[in-house]
């Protein structure tokens, strides 16, 4: 079965301290992974995706495939990173035409 | 670009009334469009598919006599909460598919239903 996994539902840490937002998947096929971020009264967007490869605002994401993790990383994080972060897959090929959610995490970056 | 609007952004309404919630891509078409449903402090669940000028597809567990799903033009998609019910009251997100740099979903603002 297709599923995404956060364990972490609050994650608080100091501003300039290393942030990891842990997921894990479950899907037997060759999934695309996302990441999506919800500031406070803000809608959810789109962070980055794992075919990117990209750094957005300092965050990193590495899928791999071995842990079947895709855990989102930041060396310094900073009081605006403080969002509901939520990890995503896909199953269809790369499409999101099925996007699978997790339960997302809160990350708080304290002063 | 790339903004997808909703309306109403909340709404309050009697148990076996009827509400429609609109989902609008402002500045791009949408051939693509999707329905979720977020109960407090938990996830988005997929709720429907959207297709322009198709019937909708649910997933799992979703009445389709319930949730009206109408993607009459490539930037509007309706989703009517026929009967409702104080269950129904939830948060209800839509997102559109476009192509920036691969494909990607662009999520609306949401509405809170609050049915009495």
């Known amino acids: 079965a297709q599923r995404v996994t956060q364990p972490e539902k609050l994650l608080s840490v100091f501003k300039g301290a290393p942030v990891e937002l842990k997921c894990n998947y479950s899907?037997?096929?060759?999934?695309?992974l996302f990441w999506y971020v919800q500031y406070s009264r803000q809608r959810l967007q789109l962070l980055l995706r794992?075919?990117s490869r990209e750094s957005i605002k300092g965050f990193t994401a590495d899928l791999n495939k071995g842990e079947t993790s895709f855990h989102l990383k930041k060396p310094f994080a900073q009081e605006e990173d403080s969002a509901m972060y939520y990890c995503?897959?896909?199953?269809?090929?790369?499409?999101?035409?099925?996007?699978?959610f997790g339960k997302g995490t809160k990350l708080s970056v304290k002063p | 670009g790339a903004v997808v609007s909703q309306h109403p952004s909340w709404v309050i309404c009697k148990s076996g009334t009827s509400v429609k919630i609109e989902c609008r891509s402002l500045?791009?078409?949408?051939?693509?469009m999707f329905w979720y449903r977020q109960f407090p402090k938990q996830s988005l669940m997929l709720m429907a598919t959207?297709?322009?000028?198709?019937?909708?597809?649910?997933e799992q567990g979703v009445e389709k006599d319930k949730f009206l799903i109408n993607h009459a033009s490539l930037t509007l998609s309706t989703l009517t909460v026929t009967s409702a019910h104080p269950e129904d009251s939830s948060f209800y997100i839509c997102?559109?598919?476009?192509?920036?740099?691969?494909?990607?979903?662009?999520f609306g603002p949401g509405t809170r239903l609050l049915v009495l």
């Open positions: 997102s559109a598919r476009a192509y920036r740099g691969g494909e990607t979903q662009y």
């Open positions: 899907y037997s096929g060759s999934p695309e």
């Open positions: 794992h075919i």
């Open positions: 995503a897959l896909s199953g269809d090929g790369g499409s999101q035409g099925n996007l699978i």
């Open positions: 500045d791009f078409q949408a051939t693509t």
């Open positions: 959207s297709n322009e000028g198709s019937k909708a597809t649910y």
